[in-house]
């Protein structure tokens, strides 16, 4: 076998046999059942980045093109219905593994510290490893149906390790919750992958993005990009299937940060992306998707202004970030979209760890009003939070600021085609400062201020330990030059020249124009006005929950919050909405639960006293029936002698009506 | 008089409801000798109406039918015997009667109804026996007591 | 002064005159029998029908059936059910403990039989005759009885002897019984 077919195979390998081998023996090695996973990941690690760098520098067989498709072996053989188990790698390829490999290898690291006292540690492992293997064969599918089995597969994951700690109830209720709610999105994307079989006889990606659109008509082309959408809506936690991400938080720290930061919810993201040809189709679609993208972003972000549990802040922070990618693909800009996904996963992976330290640190309290003061006494973990807070936030020269802008700059000057797209310029607009504004009210909450933290706690505040702290650092790193290296010049970058060649012909068809970056004319003007809402979201933050940077100190002025909240009308409203979550919950709950109960309660009435009672019924009445019939015999010889004469003289009467014969 | 006096003045000396179903009876037996007698009736002439061999067949298949109720409807199981011997009867007389009308079976009508009245006796001495013995056993001669056959 | 030939007026020969009333004992004491409510008072009407149904027979011109019947019948047969019916005594009850449920039924059934057999009777050309009754020879009848049809005679004899020790044998008291019976 061709040694970059053996690597591309070893990526699966690897990660499966350190599940194999984990699940297998890991109880027995104890503390060392870390071993094996980690080192495995390590190699994998390695052999990604080498796979990533023979992608892009076009090496032999990836050639000129930067693609390279096989397949081990025919998978389904089944007469017309053909599926070969077929991987590819390209550059887009190319560019998630970079985030996925690189992240879940530092996650695998840091887990090491981070659960070193858990029992169930090998368990943990074993499901990571799995977990990378499902992602990367997502990644590296190269055909619709190894890709939905990859999809399922990494749901399962992500059910198993949220309810890592299955012996807490709303752990085991939240890794439900997630699971019901991706499958939701799965029905969908099921019955669009049946679609392209139906229309197209093929589920190879190559194959159905030549024959694309082929006979079909207008609407079936958009019935089928809104199915697969609905897929990405659950994998990734869009409107209205956004419900499973903040519950998933009950999951270890390490997890919220591997896959509901920087992979699992990115395939969404990534499978948008994969087959844009069909969704350049489909462009109403596209719309819609830039849509709930945006809707997303500000909801998410309003309901993070609230939240107390350091953790959901960041999660509803991935709804966000997620809903700028969705609204970038949704106006055309695909390239925007992975760069904000590469991007994201290093800052929000590192925004994660950095909150699970800070978790360690207090001794497992998650909730913000009890932190406060950490800044001295965790130096480590604050200045590489902080790194991270300003890569979201959208801050110069850091990684944000470059993703961040070029999806802005995308939905502005997609609204010269249609309208529509300004508002989605305005909203993303507004959420990039309230995205600074709940960021930094987290770092003043948890670093800076007076300390609120249990005094018995307090004495036992520490700094992680350097398996911890490692991870931490190599993201912090990352964060700062990864934007620059990727994206600079803008719109001219390594990562659009890598993804232009992908997107060219989804681009074509969808007749959006390049422009050329003017630095001194839109571009520019976007640019500084991002740069400055994110200011001022810091600055208002600062404002209400203080600052304790060695150059600016501000003492906190958090009961102002409290009495704009309780004055202004508005305010209050807001405030108790975004509180509550927009009641979505509590709408899914009645709709599904209590109403969809009592349905079902209906139906298993109908079901008992009708197909039940007609089931019984009949068997009763054979009963009673015989019952009465078996009265005939009385054992009394007058009673048969009657039988007899009657029965005689029935006859005799019968003949002598109908005559002799 | 009215009817209720005479019907009180009957009732001093008869039982009213005797009294009733025999007037009912001869009635009935009126009509029916009235209608039924140019079927059951030979005319012989100078000698008037004669009974026919329907006649007396219609006699013996009365006779029958009083058994077979009685039979089906008594409790006591002797009134069933008697019922029995009743329907023999009715039998036996029908037997006689093609004989007398019928010349070449004359003769060979009486032998037969002397060997039915003989197993009649022997019938009704083993089924009378029998009763004896099952009454020592229940203490009751009605039929619908023994009830062993009814499991 | 002598009978007229037939009664005048309905034209009836004294036979059938004689036959009416022979009926209509005969009837109505087998009507008093299956309905009598007091048992022995049925056997009594019992003993009545048969000696109506003698009387025909001397009108069918049977003597010898005649004389078994009442010697049969009358002395034998009637004595052995009034003696049965005195060894298992019950008390004299109401119609309840008479009849059955089922002899409304039962009486249907019968008086549909009756006009069934009626029916049928009439209805029927019988063979032969159609004259007055003949007369039976008592000494053809005891040619026929020792000739030809000597095995059934035989046979009923044995079977009398068999109804005697059967009798005898299933009404017999067990040796350690009380002798209520």
């Known amino acids: ?661 | 008089m009215s009817i209720t006096g005479i019907l009180e003045f009957i009732g001093r000396w008869f039982r009213l409801d005797v009294f009733v179903a025999l007037v009912i009876a001869s009635l009935l037996a009126g009509v029916v000798i009235w209608i039924g007698g140019p079927f059951l009736t030979l005319s012989d002439g100078s000698q008037g109406v004669v009974p026919g061999l329907d006649g007396y067949l219609f006699i013996a298949g009365a006779l029958f039918s009083i058994g077979v109720f009685g039979f089906l409807a008594r409790r006591n199981a002797i009134s069933m015997l008697m019922s029995i011997e009743l329907m023999v009867n009715a039998v036996n007389l029908a037997i006689i009667a093609f004989g007398a009308f019928i010349p070449a079976l004359t003769t060979h009508a009486s032998v037969i109804a002397l060997v039915v009245m003989a197993v009649a006796a022997a019938e009704a001495t083993v089924g009378l026996a029998i009763v004896i013995a099952i009454f020592r056993n229940r203490r009751t001669p009605l039929v619908d007591e023994y009830s062993a056959m009814s499991e | 002064m002598t009978l007229p030939q037939a009664i005048p007026f309905l034209n009836w020969s004294w036979d059938y005159f004689l036959f009416l009333n022979l009926a209509l004992v005969l009837l109505g004491s087998a009507v008093m029998t299956v309905l009598g409510r007091n048992i022995i008072h049925s056997g009594l009407w019992m003993m009545l029908c048969f000696a109506a149904l003698a009387g025909m027979y001397v009108l069918l011109q049977a003597p010898l059936v005649d004389a078994a019947q009442v010697l049969i019948y009358i002395g034998a047969i009637s004595v052995l059910v009034l003696f049965a019916i005195m060894l298992t005594q019950t008390k004299f009850g109401p119609a309840r403990l008479i009849f059955h449920r089922q002899a409304t039924s039962a009486a249907l059934a019968a008086i549909v039989l009756a006009a069934l057999l009626l029916i049928v009777v009439v209805d029927t050309d019988w063979p032969g005759q159609l004259t007055a009754a003949a007369h039976t020879a008592t000494d053809a009848l005891a040619r026929l009885l020792f000739d030809r049809y000597v095995l059934p005679f035989e046979v009923v004899s044995i079977l009398l002897l068999a109804a005697v020790i059967g009798g005898v044998y299933l009404a017999k008291r067990e040796p350690d019984e009380p002798s209520e019976i």
């Open chain 1, 1 to 661: 076998m061709d040694p970059t077919d053996l690597a591309i195979v070893l990526l699966l390998v690897l990660p499966l046999d350190g599940f194999t081998l984990t699940a297998l023996v890991g109880r027995r090695l104890g503390s060392r059942s870390s071993w094996i996973p980690v080192g495995l990941i390590v190699v994998t690690w390695a052999i990604g980045m080498w796979l990533v760098w023979s992608v892009l520098g076009g090496q032999p067989p990836f050639g000129p093109e930067h693609a390279h498709r096989f397949s081990i072996y025919t998978w389904i053989p089944a007469g017309t219905f053909q599926v070969p188990f077929g991987l590819a790698v390209d550059t887009l390829t190319a560019a998630l593994l970079i985030v996925v490999t690189t992240v879940g290898m530092l996650v695998h690291v840091y887990s090491i510290g981070y659960m070193a006292d858990d029992p169930g540690k090998w368990r943990f492992f074993a499901y990571l490893n799995l977990f990378m293997f499902s992602m990367l064969l997502l990644v590296l599918a190269e055909n619709f149906l190894v890709m939905f089995v990859a999809w399922e597969l990494v749901g399962l994951c992500s059910y198993l390790l949220i309810g890592f700690w299955y012996t807490r109830h709303s752990a085991a209720l939240a890794a439900k919750k997630a699971f019901v709610t991706n499958r939701v999105g799965d029905v969908g994307f099921a019955l669009g992958i049946a679609a392209i079989w139906t229309a197209f006889g093929t589920l190879d990606f190559g194959q159905v993005f030549a024959a694309f659109p082929g006979q079909l008509e207008g609407w079936q082309v958009t019935a089928i990009a809104l199915l697969i959408f609905t897929g990405a809506v659950g994998k990734s936690a869009q409107f209205p299937l956004h419900v499973w991400l903040p519950d998933a938080m009950e999951g270890p720290t390490p997890v919220s940060a591997l896959i509901h930061a920087a992979t699992m919810v990115n395939a969404g993201v990534y499978m948008v992306a994969r087959t844009s040809p069909i969704f350049a189709h489909a462009s109403g679609t596209l719309s819609l998707v830039a849509g709930v993208g945006i809707f997303t972003a500000i909801l998410a972000a309003s309901i993070a202004f609230t939240q107390t549990d350091i953790k959901r802040v960041l999660a509803y922070s991935t709804l966000s970030q997620l809903g700028y990618m969705f609204a970038a693909l949704g106006v055309g800009a695909f390239t925007a979209a992975i760069f904000h996904l590469v991007t994201h996963g290093f800052f929000k992976g590192l925004l994660f760890l950095g909150s699970g330290s800070v978790i360690h640190a207090v001794h497992d309290e998650q909730d913000m009003r009890r932190m406060g003061g950490l800044a001295r006494k965790i130096p480590w973990t604050y200045a590489t939070m902080l790194v991270g807070a300003l890569a979201i936030a959208g801050i110069p020269p850091l990684a944000g600021f470059f993703s961040k802008d070029e999806i802005l700059g995308a939905a502005f000057k997609a609204g010269s085609d249609a309208s529509g797209f300004y508002l989605v310029w305005a909203i993303g607009f507004l959420v990039a400062g309230m995205t600074a504004f709940y960021m930094f009210r987290l770092m003043g909450l948890t670093f800076w201020g007076e300390s609120r933290v249990d005094p018995h706690v307090a004495e036992h505040i520490h700094e992680t330990p350097w398996s911890m702290r490692l991870p931490l650092v190599m993201l912090a790193a990352a964060s700062i030059v990864i934007g620059f290296a990727l994206g600079y010049p803008p719109e001219n970058g390594p990562i659009h020249q890598w993804l232009a060649p992908i997107f060219e012909g989804p681009l074509a068809v969808l007749g959006s124009h390049e422009a050329s970056y003017q630095f001194f004319g839109v571009d520019g003007a976007l640019a500084i006005a991002s740069v400055a809402i994110a200011l001022l979201g810091i600055y208002a933050a600062w404002r209400f929950f203080g600052v304790d940077l060695w150059f600016v100190r501000m003492a906190p002025h958090r009961e102002r919050v409290a009495e704009i909240v309780r004055t202004v009308p508005a305010a209050a409203v807001l405030y108790r909405a975004s509180v509550n979550k927009w009641w979505f919950d509590d709408l899914n709950n009645l709709l599904f639960v209590v109403i969809g109960g009592r349905v079902a309660d209906g139906l298993r009435w109908f079901d008992i006293q009708v197909i039940d009672g007609a089931v019984n019924g009949v068997a009763a009445l054979t009963v009673r029936t015989g019952g009465r019939i078996g009265r005939i015999q009385t054992g009394r010889v007058q009673n048969y002698a009657l039988g007899i004469a009657l029965g005689l003289v029935a006859m005799a009467v019968g003949y002598l009506v109908t005559g002799p014969r």
